[in-house]
Structures are given as C-alpha cells and as structure tokens.
C-alpha cells in the first residue's frame, strides 16, 4: 500500500526523478538495496522510489534492507511493522557492529563515522546475497553541501559526496537519489505521513555534531542574504574549474598542455 500523493510527495518525486534523470541512477533491471535506518532520509527515499518504480519507462526492483547494529534498546520491530504493512521485499540484519565497535575504536575518533563503515560493510554483503547491483542511500542536498563545507573548513580538502558512486569492490554502484531534495521538506513529508521514526540508540544517539551544527548555521545565516544559497552551492559542485584550483597535480597539467 503506496502513500496518497500530496504537492509536497509530488514535488519530492520530481526532483528524485531529475536527480535519476541527471546522473543515470537507474537503468533497466536494476534491483536496488534501499538502507532504511528508521530514519526520515530513508523512509522518504524509500517511499518515494517505490512510487516512481510503478510508473517507470524502466523496470526495476527495490529491497528495503536494515541493519541493527546490535544497540540495546533497538526498535528495529517498528521498521519491520512499517515495511509490512506498506508490502515491501524487505530484509532486517542483525549484527555485532556495537560489540566490534566497543573493542575495536580508537580513542578520540568518531563514533558515528566508525559505526557508518561497518554498516555499509553489511550492506555491500546484503546486496551480494540478495542479488542487487545498486545501494541506495538517503543522504539529502543539506548533506552534500555540508560535507562540502566540513571538508573545506576542517580537512582542507575540496570534496563532498557523489550522487553515484562505484563501489571498491567492482560489483556495486552506491546511487543518492535525495541529492535535490532539500532536508526541511523530508521533515515536512515524514511528519505529514507520519513516518515511525526511531533513533538509532547508540551510545551517542542525540548528542549534536557541534561542527555540522555550526554548518548549519552558517547556512541559515547565508540565506537570509541569498534565498538560493543551497541550489547555487549545490551548482557548484557540478560547476568545476579545474585550471583555477591549487591542485599541483592540475597545475602541472595546465602548464604542460600549454607548452
């Protein structure tokens, strides 16, 4: 059972679709791994791929897959009543990753990061197992632009995320279909539809990333003064100049070709 469209469902649908349009997320015969945390990102890009799968020039298959991490307190069973009730091809994973994570972590790194590694480690075997080509993922375009923006300021490297990704090990493709789907209309559509969200009860569930945070801000600021500061940083991204960036290996390159 699919959720009853509204303006904000369709307009969500339609930047997906132009995101799978722009980058060739999806072709014919995919079968996609669709993570789903139990989280608004994923429950909306699941939602709305499902949607899209039934009207498709294309054909393609989804499969919802959720990895418990092993934390206690873990509602996992609200996502599983959520993908039943609403007919998903569904799998829940069950791991260790606390346990390795607890043992295994270095002092002072980050938890989350750590935790993100293991998962997606789960998820490349899922799609292994269960036949899949692609991984999709529900990072959203407040992400992009963040991970930019952390990466300038705190790891003195131009990078962010790609919406398509190939994988390490050759047989997978890691897509992001959410890259023009703005994170406050996620809010609005999880809320509207009554998504059963749930935290992922880690250790550090709730506490604030004080530096994605103050990207945040830094934004909000920004688009008091430019109402299109998330698009036209987003544009960006796909606007490179390399003979005008400070790369030696480029620069070399340009003088070279220029001989």
Not at 56 to 75: I, M, Q, T
Not at 215 to 235: A, D, F, P, V, Y
Request: glycine content about 8%.
């Amino acid at each position: 059972m699919g959720l009853e469209p509204d303006r904000l469902f369709h307009q969500i649908r339609r930047n997906v679709g132009r995101a799978i349009g722009d980058f060739k997320l999806i072709e014919e015969g995919d079968r996609i791994l669709v993570g789903v945390s139990g989280g608004k990102d994923s429950y909306t890009l699941l939602h709305i791929l499902d949607h899209l799968r039934r009207k498709a020039p294309v054909k393609y298959e989804l499969v919802a897959a959720n990895v418990d991490s092993g934390f206690p307190g873990f509602r996992k069973q609200v996502i599983e009543d959520h993908l039943l009730e609403h007919g998903f091809e569904y799998r829940m994973e069950s791991t260790n990753c606390y346990e390795i994570i607890e043992t295994k972590r270095r002092p002072g790194s980050s938890y989350c990061s750590f935790c993100a590694r293991l998962r997606r480690g789960v998820l490349y075997s899922l799609a292994d197992e269960l036949g899949c080509n692609k991984i999709a993922l529900g990072h959203h375009l407040d992400d992009f632009i963040e991970t930019l923006l952390l990466n300038q300021f705190y790891v003195g490297t131009l990078k962010a995320m790609s919406p398509k990704l190939a994988a390490d090990n050759g047989r997978h493709t890691v897509i992001r279909p959410l890259v023009y789907v703005e994170e406050g209309d996620i809010i609005r559509f999880s809320r509207q539809h009554q998504m059963p969200v749930i935290c992922c009860a880690c250790p550090v569930c709730g506490e604030v990333d004080q530096k994605r945070q103050r990207m945040k801000q830094l934004i909000r600021e920004l688009s008091q003064e430019n109402r299109h500061i998330k698009r036209s940083m987003l544009g960006a991204l796909g606007n490179v100049h390399p003979r005008h960036l400070l790369d030696k290996e480029l620069v070399d390159f340009n003088r070279i070709g220029n001989e």
